[in-house]
């Protein structure tokens, strides 16, 4: 009998044990999400001022380029002065931002931004840069 009750209790917390440790699954992300983890794709369909370009010049730009203040001179922070500045200069803004080496790298001391942000500049000033 002793015998019996040893083996039941035996075998109970053997499966108390079991039940126990597969409750100490971590959640995983990427586990869980895998879809999330994937870049999304750069649209360059449609891209407009007012959204993608001008996200780009907020996100990217404008902590030194805007305002009356703005580093040497040059506003990037609404349409008319980037319109302004783009006539005056031609692809100067381009090569910036792609770092070609043809005109000071931006954002200064910073890593070029990604090429998905710099086709739709580039896209859109191909565009003629409307105020879309």
């Known amino acids: 009998m002793i015998k019996k009750a ?6 109970s917390a053997i499966a108390i044990a079991i ?4 409750g100490c699954y971590y959640d995983v992300e990427e586990d869980l999400y895998p879809d999330s983890q994937l870049p999304t794709a750069c649209d360059t ?6 959204v993608e370009v001008k996200n780009v010049f907020d996100a990217r730009c404008n ?5 009356v203040n703005a580093s040497a001179g040059i506003r990037l922070d609404n349409h008319a002065d980037i ?3 783009l006539d005056q200069t031609g ?3 381009l090569s910036s931002i792609e770092q070609d080496g043809n005109a000071s790298s931006m954002p200064q001391g910073q890593p070029k ?3 998905c942000e710099i086709n ?3 896209i859109w000033i191909a565009n003629g840069y409307p105020e879309n």
Request: glycine share 4%; net charge positive; aromatic share 16%.
């Open 19 to 22: 039940v126990s440790l597969s």
């Open 83 to 85: 319109k302004t500045y």
């Open 113 to 115: 931004i990604p090429d």
């Open 63 to 67: 902590s030194c380029h805007a305002g």
């Open 120 to 122: 739709q500049v580039k």
């Open 91 to 93: 692809s100067r803004l």
């Open 6 to 11: 040893f083996s039941f209790f035996s075998l």
């Open 45 to 50: 369909s449609n891209v407009r001022y007012a």
